[in-house]
């Protein structure tokens, strides 16, 4: 049957065209496309391994980050509390050095109160010893006026230190 | 799965070209006794035959015939004793009984039956014996004539040329990129054809064998979707005992030459057997060789020239009947076994691929698995 029968014209064109197909098919198709899915295919999987790396380090710097915030907290709730008590510090501070202050100024009030008061029963006394001598000469000046009385005197005071 | 499917449509397919064929050789019988009365070209008009419209269908033939209007003439190249002859197909005139002879060079030359056949020196007709054999001619064998499968082969390899290297040029532009256009068409049945060659070739060797693999898997997918075409006159490339013939020595010649110790040594002392069934088991095995690629051969051309035969069979229910309401039945069903095809049309290029794969894998296997 004819059908069944090959011819040699078909399996000459068809092995001539089927050997150039498959040399041009094989330099300028299948090796660029197979080529170009390799690599793509190599990319995909180190940009995935990229990927997953960077979620490890993403993860890894959240905690470092969660870590750092909760130090970077607590250093400022210490850095508020110190700054409380030297502020309160300070404010005792201020408060006895002014207490001191004043206590030096009524110290120094005192002092100077009481010098002026010696000054002044100073300058009173010698203001009194004054009025006492002029009262005193008045008072003699008028006793020793007579002259019996000069003489009694002068000799009372003669009296007195040969008892000595 | 697949391949048990496939060998039950192979047979299918088998039974239902044999029956065609028996068909065909009754009714000849029976034209020939009404010979006696009218010239045979009255009673093929006079009696529409199925069978052999059908299987005429399936030839290859010197001529693209669209329509009988249109029928474009293809070069006859043919090597004679008295060297090369080349003429236009057309020279013919359409004749395909043997009637019209064209001379060249001295030699006289007919068509008949889709064959071109070298009278005999002195006849000037020719005589036909009882069974319609011609007498007084032969058949040219070193027939080298771009008939209309050689046509098609050039068709395909251009198509695959174009469609190829359009999408090759999209991957040489270089980047990582999600493949466009007709390279995303390409890109995923390429990759299915190099997985097939990958899960059958050991190791890295599968690398050698894919652009092989890759290129029949095509060549022959666009064939087989080349023939199925309505109204490019069907050219039944791929359903050519010639090329499928071809393909599969070019599997069977890259098993033999690739072939390692490994492959022999499963043929000439199969591992696990007795010594005493060697006798047996050799020759099997030495036939299986042989076997093989022929089943790869004749799966693709039953396969394919059924196919094309039994859409020309059932389009042919509207002829036999001489009623254009029998295309009721005619058309839906036509159009259900065309749908059929463009399955098997896949099908077979996956097939003969992955088998192709299979054998070249078995016979390049250097470990036990």
């Given amino acids: 049957m004819d059908i069944v029968t090959p011819a040699v014209g078909q399996i000459f064109w068809g092995g001539l065209v089927f050997l150039i197909l498959l040399v041009l098919l094989a330099k300028f198709a299948w090796k660029p496309i197979l080529g170009a899915v390799n690599d793509r295919e190599r990319t995909i999987n180190e940009s995935l391994e990229l990927a997953e790396k960077t979620k490890e380090e993403m993860k890894n710097l959240q905690a470092e980050n969660e870590a750092l915030l909760k130090e970077a907290r607590a250093e400022r709730d210490q850095m508020i509390k110190d700054a409380k008590e030297i502020a309160s510090k300070m404010v005792n501070d201020a408060k006895d050095k002014a207490k001191e202050e004043a206590n030096k100024v009524l110290v120094n009030a005192r002092e100077t109160i009481n010098t002026e008061k010696a000054a002044a029963i100073s300058e009173l006394k010698t203001q009194v010893a004054a009025f006492s001598i002029e009262i005193a000469?008045?008072?003699?000046?008028?006793?020793?006026?007579a002259d019996d009385k000069q003489a009694a005197l002068a000799k009372k005071l003669a009296e007195e230190i040969n008892l000595n | 799965m697949i391949l048990k499917n496939s060998m039950v449509l192979?047979?299918?397919?088998?039974?239902?070209?044999?029956?065609?064929?028996?068909?065909?050789?009754?009714?000849?019988h029976e034209m020939e006794g009404n010979e006696l009365a009218e010239t045979t070209e009255?009673?093929?008009?006079?009696?529409?035959?199925?069978?052999?419209?059908?299987?005429?269908?399936a030839l290859d033939s010197y001529e693209f015939h669209f329509t009988d209007d249109i029928v474009i003439p293809l070069p006859v190249i043919l090597w004679t004793d008295n060297g090369l002859v080349t003429f236009m197909s057309s020279e013919f005139h359409h004749d395909n009984d043997?009637?019209?002879?064209?001379?060249?060079?001295g030699m006289k030359f007919v068509k008949f039956h889709e064959k071109i056949y070298?009278?005999?020196?002195?006849?000037?007709?020719?005589?036909?014996?009882?069974?319609?054999?011609?007498?007084?001619?032969?058949?040219?064998?070193?027939?080298?004539?771009?008939?209309?499968?050689?046509?098609?082969?050039?068709?395909?390899a251009i198509l695959m040329l174009l469609v190829f290297f359009s999408a090759a040029r999209f991957y040489k532009k270089g980047g990582v990129r999600a493949p466009r256009g007709i390279a995303g068409w390409v890109e995923p049945?390429?990759?299915?054809?190099?997985?097939?060659?990958?899960?059958?070739?050991?190791?890295?060797?599968?690398?050698?064998?894919?652009?092989?693999?890759?290129?029949?898997?095509?060549?022959?997918?666009?064939?087989?979707?080349?023939?199925?075409?309505?109204?490019?006159?069907?050219?039944?490339?791929?359903?050519?005992?010639?090329?499928?013939?071809?393909?599969?020595?070019f599997t069977f010649i890259i098993q033999?030459?690739?072939?390692?110790?490994?492959?022999?040594?499963?043929?000439?002392?199969?591992?696990g057997v007795p010594v005493v069934l060697y006798p047996i088991l050799i020759p099997i095995e030495i036939a299986g060789i042989f076997i093989k690629p022929a089943a790869l051969m004749i799966r693709l051309f039953a396969n394919i020239t059924a196919g094309h035969i039994i859409v020309v069979s059932l389009i042919s229910?509207?002829?036999?009947?001489?009623?254009?309401?029998?295309?009721?039945?005619?058309?839906?069903?036509?159009?259900f076994i065309s749908t059929l095809e463009i399955l098997v049309a896949f099908l077979q290029a996956y097939i003969f691929t992955m088998l192709s794969a299979l054998f070249i894998g078995m016979a390049v296997e250097t470990s036990h698995h």
Avoid: C
Wanted: no cysteine.
């Fill in chain 2, 42 to 57: 009255e009673a093929i008009e006079k009696e529409f035959n199925a069978a052999e419209h059908a299987l005429h269908h």
């Fill in chain 1, 137 to 145: 000469e008045k008072v003699v000046r008028r006793e020793l006026a």
């Fill in chain 2, 118 to 156: 070298q009278l005999e020196e002195g006849a000037t007709a020719v005589a036909f014996d009882e069974e319609h054999h011609p007498t007084n001619a032969h058949k040219i064998i070193l027939d080298f004539s771009l008939t209309k499968n050689a046509v098609t082969i050039f068709m395909v």
């Fill in chain 2, 10 to 28: 192979s047979v299918l397919t088998l039974v239902f070209a044999v029956g065609v064929s028996f068909g065909s050789h009754a009714s000849h």
């Fill in chain 2, 189 to 249: 049945v390429v990759l299915f054809v190099n997985d097939v060659a990958k899960e059958n070739i050991e190791g890295d060797k599968y690398k050698k064998f894919a652009p092989y693999l890759l290129t029949v898997f095509f060549f022959i997918l666009f064939g087989n979707l080349l023939g199925l075409i309505p109204f490019l006159a069907n050219p039944n490339m791929t359903g050519s005992i010639s090329i499928t013939l071809l393909l599969a020595m």
């Fill in chain 2, 98 to 105: 043997g009637h019209h002879i064209v001379e060249r060079k």
């Fill in chain 2, 256 to 271: 033999m030459v690739y072939s390692r110790k490994n492959f022999w040594g499963h043929i000439f002392a199969p591992p």
């Fill in chain 2, 317 to 335: 229910i509207i002829f036999v009947n001489q009623s254009a309401a029998w295309a009721g039945l005619s058309v839906p069903m036509t159009l």
